[in-house]
């Protein structure tokens, strides 16, 4: 394997060697490795296997991300003070100058230098935090107005789409391929008693009341480099940036940020929406996104989040039921405790959707009071 990883590294325009590597980060469908070089100044680079079972066009999904980098940088290039290779995401490319590479099995690689002293976080525990991450998620939203929508493939066609969740879960409990549908009983309840209210989302967006942009579509925290600081610095894991929703990214962001439990959380007592994280979030995220959201976007918000919570709870259960085919998982019954904490910070989200809206609407009369001026 050490020789396998050292010679797929060799075939990216490095400059240096392989000396060891680890595997990096949480995520639940690429497999990360961080590579340290041999030179002491040699910088180190992160190589990951793109899972090509989910992403079924990987030079698509690589040119997505050639397209969104060279934007930002350029972009950067003429704010004072920016600091490009930290910022922005750096493509390695392999000496024949393409973006990824394929290995003998088949796979694909791709790799992107390392951003030295940053740290990302699964669950977030401070106001600061959870600002930064609203504002500079409102910043990648707001630089990448600029780019033409149509530049972009759809990596995952209908990622976000509930109308379709639904068919693929109702398709799933039919099919029952591992016998799991009676052990979930009580969450495919859940599902249905809320599917036609969140659908109202998906509809708005696919008639065209919501406007498409261009998205991250995963905006979990720990898609987040913050610096020593905390200062939020950096954006990863480019794989779904494509044209959608900004409630998509917001509802998902709350997902992690203002989460009190992790995702996966077994104890559902420590489970629920952090008030108080929520409106740093949010406060953050409207700082930068004020500029271009429409009062159709900023109406949603609150809803967003209840539907990208439940969407994702979705996905795990589908997931769980269908015989975890999907999500990298640590234990059988991995899926339906993702599901479980998932849907009881649905639960919290709907005990506090007052206050949420209230959060938003203060957030808003200080824009408008803004505008006066
Ligand atoms: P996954 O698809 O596995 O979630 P990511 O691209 O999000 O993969 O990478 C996993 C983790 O590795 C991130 O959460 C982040 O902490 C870290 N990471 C990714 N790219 C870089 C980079 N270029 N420099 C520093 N850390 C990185
Ligand atoms: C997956 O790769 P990762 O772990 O950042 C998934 C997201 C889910 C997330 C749930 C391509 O993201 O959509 O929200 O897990 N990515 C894909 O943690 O399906
Ligand atoms: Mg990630």
Known sequence: MQRNIASI???FKTDTKLKSYRSFGSGHINDTLLVKTVGASDPDFVLQLVNHHIFKDVPGLMHNIAIVTDFIRSYLKDIPGSDLDSEVLTLIKTHEGKAFTKDEQGNYWRCYLYI???ISYDKVDSEEKAFEGGRIFGKFQSILSGLDAKRLSETIPYFHD?????????????ENPVNRVLQVSDEISFVEERAEELLSITRKINNGEIPIRITHNDTKFNNILFDKQNHAQCIVDLDTVMPGSVLHDFGDAIRTAANSAVEDEVDLSKVSLDIKLFKAYTAGYISEARTFLVPSEIENLALSAKFMVFIIGLRFLTDFIDGDNYFKIQHPEHNLQRCRAQFQLVRSIESQFDEMKKVINNLDVQYSKMIEI
């Open 9 to 11: 590294f060799a075939q």
């Open 116 to 118: 030295p002293n940053t």
């Open 162 to 174: 509930l109308e379709k969740r639904l068919e693929a879960f109702r398709k799933t409990i039919a």
